[in-house]
């Protein structure tokens, strides 16, 4: 049984490589889009999104959002906390990491020509 987990692990990090190697095309090739990153926070992503768009938020907007975001999506009551992970990564996730560090160095320069 194992086995059959190990494979499903290994295809869906296929999978996600797939998805990578094509965010990486689709960011050198179209100058119209806008890389966003998860890890840049909530608020961040929204105020970069309006400022592409050309789009005022309102303090009371902001304020909003500001206050919203302190929750878990999932559990609206519970104050969002990430939980630290401290496995080592397996050797089928090797690529994925080199396709997002590929995409973060291409994020990186299409953020600073826009």
Avoid: W
């Amino acid at each position: 049984m194992k086995l059959l987990y190990a494979g499903l692990d290994e295809y869906i990090a296929r999978v996600i490589e797939t998805y990578l190697q094509a965010f990486v095309e689709i960011l050198n090739t179209d100058k119209l889009v806008l890389p966003v990153n998860y890890n840049e926070g909530a608020i961040a992503i929204v105020n970069k999104i309006a400022a592409f768009a050309g789009i005022t938020i309102s303090e009371n907007e902001m304020s909003a959002m500001r206050q919203r975001s302190i929750f878990h999506g999932k559990y609206p009551e519970q104050v969002f906390a990430e939980a630290q992970i401290h496995e080592s990564v397996p050797a089928y996730l090797n690529r994925c990491f080199v396709l997002y560090n590929e995409l973060e160095k291409v994020t990186t320069v299409a953020t600073t020509v826009k």
